[in-house]
């Protein structure tokens, strides 16, 4: 049964190009994240406007969002939208993919915490003169951003392993593409695999070091 | 000068207003009193145009608060409200929360608003809070500092809304004081309160609201010493 010879040395060689391939990973995983929060709040803003359209097209992106499989939206922005026309690169599909995903996640981790903040909050902004966007972005906006903070952490996380889904796209340039590619070349399937993954923890584990510190910096209140 | 015509206002089929007629001259302190739901909270809110009203009007300094040409925004910048419930923007520093509407409404740079900020805050007690969170404040800490946030843009007019009721019992005489300091500076207040012995002492008027109508308004040593309406004699045996 284990007549497998590991051959560390070998796999071993193939190091730098994995961290390069960890860039791209961190890369992919970082734009998400930033464009999915962007996105997350103006569609949070949606869903309070009370326009039924607005709200509607927020509704209903989220709901695709959390309520599909991951795998299923990276492949609708890649094979899905080159079936009406529009090619993207296996790259623009997954950060596509997974900043769709992110975005809604995230919206309805921002609407859980709007519900935390009192409307007075609001009205008390008001009252000092402030517009209703002037009061959102000033007073609501930050409470909001740290009330999520924890889940914003979890979904940068999941940014990056979700990075993994990019080689049923072609995708070849992240840490996994390079991983597989590697492995057909050398066929060091064990031991390749077995470095992702170390290198897979070690960046869960600064992303979640730097998430401490920056919540430490950001929230003394 | 704020001036009350006839003001209606009704939340779904309750009428909470039922045409009150009133005007509240510069430099006057007016004080509210009244049972729960008379209408005297809901009052302060429609004058500083945050609640809308069904009819009448009301005018402050000639401006019709609830016409559509009206920018209420700038209109808040004169009217100042504290309310029951003091609203301190937890994630800014005591002085941030001051400093706020003065640099986003007004305009202000930093330097200038951090200087009305502390000057307003040494002026409530608080000179040595300022870069504190408000989470480490009490409750009248909060309430003062609600108080200064409000006068840093410098209103004409101040309206306080039973701004001592949420507060524990040891914590009312702060912001009372604080009150009166204002109040002996010539502010142009509105206060709705429980508290008749203020209301007593620092009032130029009293006004007895009951279910929407304003009963009685009288200066308070009539008002108190001598009450017409038999649902002020009522509600004054009840609360002394």
């Known amino acids: 049964m284990f007549n497998y010879r590991f051959q560390w040395r070998q796999a071993w060689a193939r190091l730098p190009e994995m961290l390069d391939g960890a860039i791209i990973t961190m890369q992919v995983a970082v734009l998400s994240m930033v464009i999915g929060i962007l996105l997350a709040i103006a569609l949070t803003v949606f869903r309070r406007s009370g326009s039924r359209v607005l709200s509607g097209i927020a509704t209903t992106w989220v709901e695709i969002a959390r309520n599909t499989p991951a795998l299923f939206q990276i492949y609708m922005a890649h094979f899905g939208l080159a079936g009406l026309g529009l090619h993207l690169s296996p790259y623009a599909s997954l950060l596509l993919g997974i900043t769709f995903n992110n975005a809604g996640y995230l919206a309805e981790n921002f609407r859980g915490a709007l519900k935390a903040i009192p409307d007075t909050q609001t009205r008390a902004g008001r009252s000092l003169g402030l517009s209703d966007i002037q009061a959102f972005r000033h007073i609501v906006l930050p409470q909001m951003i740290r009330i999520s903070f924890p889940t914003i952490t979890n979904q940068m996380v999941w940014a990056v392993l979700m990075t993994s889904l990019g080689v049923t796209v072609g995708m070849n340039l992240d840490l996994y593409g390079v991983t597989q590619d590697l492995n057909a070349l050398t066929f060091r399937t064990f031991e390749l695999f077995a470095m992702a993954a170390v290198i897979f923890y070690v960046i869960v584990k600064i992303i979640q070091a730097g998430a401490w510190l920056i919540s430490r910096r950001l929230f003394r209140y | ?240």
Not at chain 2, 152 to 163: C, I, N, R
Not at chain 2, 199 to 218: L, N, P, T, W
């Open chain 2, 1 to 240: 000068m704020i001036e009350i015509e006839n003001v209606r206002k009704s939340f779904g089929t309750l009428e909470v207003l039922k045409g009150i007629d009133l005007t509240v001259n510069k430099g006057e302190v007016l004080t509210v009193i009244g049972g729960s739901g008379s209408g005297k909270s809901t009052l302060l809110t429609c004058i500083n145009g945050l609640e809308p009203i069904n009819a009448g009007k009301i005018v402050v300094d000639g401006t019709e608060v609830h016409a559509k040409s009206t920018d209420l925004n700038r209109l808040r910048q004169k009217i100042g409200i504290v309310f029951q419930q003091w609203n301190a923007f937890p994630h800014l520093t005591v002085q941030e929360n001051v400093m706020l509407a003065p640099r986003k409404v007004k305009g202000m740079p930093k330097a200038q608003a951090a200087e009305i900020a502390s000057k307003q805050l040494k002026h409530v007690g608080l000179g040595d809070k300022l870069d504190v969170y408000p989470g480490r404040l009490s409750g009248g800490q909060q309430q003062r500092m609600a108080i200064a946030r409000a006068l840093a843009m410098s209103p004409d007019y101040m309206l306080f809304d039973e701004v001592t009721s949420a507060l524990d019992p040891q914590l009312v005489g702060e912001v009372l004081d604080t009150l009166r300091l204002l109040a002996s500076e010539g502010m142009t207040m509105i206060c709705v309160t429980h508290e008749m012995k203020f209301a007593r002492e620092v009032s130029d008027r009293v006004a007895f609201f009951h279910q929407g109508v304003m009963a009685e308004i009288a200066p308070p040593a009539d008002l108190f010493g001598n009450p017409k309406d038999p649902e002020l004699q009522k509600f004054l045996a009840a609360t002394h």
